[in-house]
Structures are given as C-alpha cells and as structure tokens.
C-alpha cells in the first residue's frame, strides 16, 4: 500500500508542485480540504478518519481574510494550525510539517512575517510540539510564472530603468523544485534533534543582483535602479490597483522585501541532503524553452510579411539561421507577430548587414526561396504602388527601425 502524506493549500504556487512530486514518487497524497467529500478549510476541527495512517502532514494552507489586528484567539491561521497540529498528534501522524518563511520575525514590517512568526511560537508550545517541524522558506522561483515569482520576473522585464526600494537587502532564493523535495523529506523522513529548518540558499545576495538574474535570463539587457523610500513605494502599491496595464503589487509583499534579512541555512540543507542549484544556470534554462517558442514565432511572421505562407521546412531553417547568425531572439512584440505587415513599419532603410531586423527578413528570403514558385509578375501600377508606399513609409522607418536593430 502506497504511504499518505497529507497536503493543505494543495493548489497554490508550492502546494501544486508538491503534491505532483509526491505523486510521482508513489505517495498517496490526500489534499485536505480539496479531497471530494472533505470539506475541511484552516480553522475547522480536521476528521480524525481523513488524518489516520499518514505519514505526514505538509500544512501550507494561509487564510487572508482574518483582520490585521485580529486577537489571537480569533486568528484562524494561528488557532487552526495548532488545533490541525494537535489532531494529527491525536491520530498517529508522526510528523506535522508547518510552512513557515525567512520573514518569519517577531519584529517583521509585513503582518504574514509576524503572523507566520506567531505561529511558530503557538505550535511550539502546543501538545503537538513532539511532531512539528518547521519549515522557513526563501525566495522561491521557478515554475509556473505565478505567486511572487511571477511579480518579480514581469517587473524584472518591464524597462531598463526601474524604481525600486529594498535593493541592498539580502535575498536567499531556492527553486520551487528543491522547495518541494524539501517539505517532502521533512514529512516522510526521520530529523531528529532539530525543529527548524531553512529552506534557501545558503549564501543570501542582494535584491538588485536578483533582478538583474531575473531580466539576463529573459534575454534582457542590464537593468539600472531608481532607490525610492518606502513610503512612496506603499503609495504606488495603491496606484497599480487603479491603473492598468502594470501588474497590481500588495503591500504586503514590499513590507516584507524591506523587512528582510537572511537566515542560516547551511546545516538544514545537508541535514536533508539538499545541493541547490545555481539560479541563473536554471532560469537561463527554464526561459530558455520559452526562447525557442518565441524564436519560432518571430520566424512565421517574417515570413508572412514576405507574402509567404511558411511550412516547416521553411520555419526550421530560419530558426536554424537565425540562431546561427546571433539573432536569436529579435524580440519582436506580440502586436508585430500576431500582424506582421506591420513590420513594413520598423523594416530599416539601411544595408542588410548592418541591421538585425533587414537581416533576419534577408535569411527570411533565403530559408523560403528552395520552395518557392515563381508568381506573375507585378505589373507597372503594382510596381508603382510598392515604390510609393516604401516612399510615403520612409520617415517612419527611418524613425522606428532603430527599435530591432
């Protein structure tokens, strides 16, 4: 019979991916409060049936709706972690895994740190002690692009020059993956003699070196910083709620960036066996895939500006040139490749070598010529028209080429 680990917040950024890992290394998961016929939510007294037998319990499940300044007693996220801890206890569950954070301070800005904070003292003083582990997690990314993973590596991408606050603190980030491999081993395997654990890399670096990883590994140029101070950060968290086309940033998530600080995480990683990977050498590799993605569809739209309905013969070797000559990605917008006439707009005025975006229509030309057929000729009025539009578009082009080039 396949061992049952227990998992709330099954569907959130890190409860997805845990709950696929352990699937996949043959645990039969059970997504407290997801499981059909289970109606369990933080805060509700857990069915002693759905708790016996388990292995362990990951608790990652986080309530937003209980007030600020809510007592303690009437924070569900405080008094439904202990009472979900002390009925797994009750059940013969040997281990209970809290999800907690590096933010987790006495003193932390943001309301989570401190609440998460709170817990960890409740729990410890609570009759599950004996069974609790703690699990303070760093800055994850990777994976899907969601959570504050996502908020980071849009922003990241969002211009060269980026108002910023929080750009000399020290972040300690670990992929989604070694998370998950984390929870799982301080749920399933024998810790003694240790509670807490920190779930991050070991050597913290500062926020600005992070989001410079994030934009180089999107294919980006350098990125440059504009300091702001908190206050007028908190105000423009407010403005992105009325404004469209930026992402929409809590407050929250700014308290705990300026609030943050590292924690030691060297002897918790090689309890659990744990070799974190390089960050940029994953990202460079997770961005990557999307790179050939987009490569493949900046291909089909020069063609199709060229009047040419492409075949995959013809897209396979014009990425193949593309790369080859270094250019690979053009960045192309997703306007230019969902219309491709309009690159008559930015198609430069200028020799073929000496400009990305002439360059890449030349191969263009190349890659579709083997199969082409000949098509009647344009006649004087088609031939006319051509000059006069290349005529009438010349100021833009001048203008606009330099965006690809």
Known sequence: MAPRLIITGSTGYIGARLAAMAHERGFDVVELGRRPGTKWRIGDEPDVSDLEGAVGIVHLAHSWVTAPDAAEEENINISGTVKLAEAARAAGVP???????????????????RTKFRI???????????????????????????????????????????????????????HLDEVAAGLLALATEENPQQQTFVLAQE????????LRILR?????????????????????????????????????????LAGAAPMESGESLRRLKLNLADPPIVLAREFGQTSDEQLRSEAQALLQYLGIIPTQIQLQRLCEGLRREGLSPLRLSPALIRHPRLLALFEP??????????????????????????????????????????????????????KYR
């Not at 281990?95 to 943001?110: D, G, I, K, P």
């Not at 968290?237 to 705990?256: A, F, N, Q, S, W």
């Not at 002439?358 to 088609?382: I, M």
Request: net charge positive.
């Open 95 to 113: 281990r209970f895994v809290f999800s907690s954070s590096t933010s987790s301070r006495q003193e932390a800005l943001n309301i989570y740190g």
């Open 120 to 174: 960890e003292q409740h729990l410890a003083a609570s009759s599950a002690a004996p069974i609790v582990r703690i699990a303070r997690i760093g800055l994850v990314y990777g994976g899907p692009r969601t959570a504050m993973y996502g908020l980071m590596a849009k922003l990241a991408t969002l211009s060269p020059i980026l108002p910023m606050i929080g750009l000399s603190r020290e972040v300690q980030p670990i």
């Open 203 to 210: 050597k913290p670096i500062s926020f600005a070196a992070w």
């Open 216 to 256: 180089r590994s999107q294919g980006k140029g350098n990125l440059h910083f504009i300091p702001i101070p908190l206050t007028a950060a908190l105000f423009a968290c407010h403005m992105t709620k009325l404004l469209p086309l930026i992402p929409t940033v809590d407050p929250e998530r700014v308290l705990g």
């Open 349 to 402: 005025p200028a020799n073929r070598t000496q400009h990305r975006l002439a360059r890449a229509l030349y191969l263009a030309d190349l890659a579709s010529e083997p199969e082409r057929h000949p098509g009647r000729k344009a006649g004087f009025f088609g031939a006319a028209l051509t000059i006069a539009g290349d005529i009438l578009l010349f100021p833009l082009r001048t203008l606009l080429a330099g």
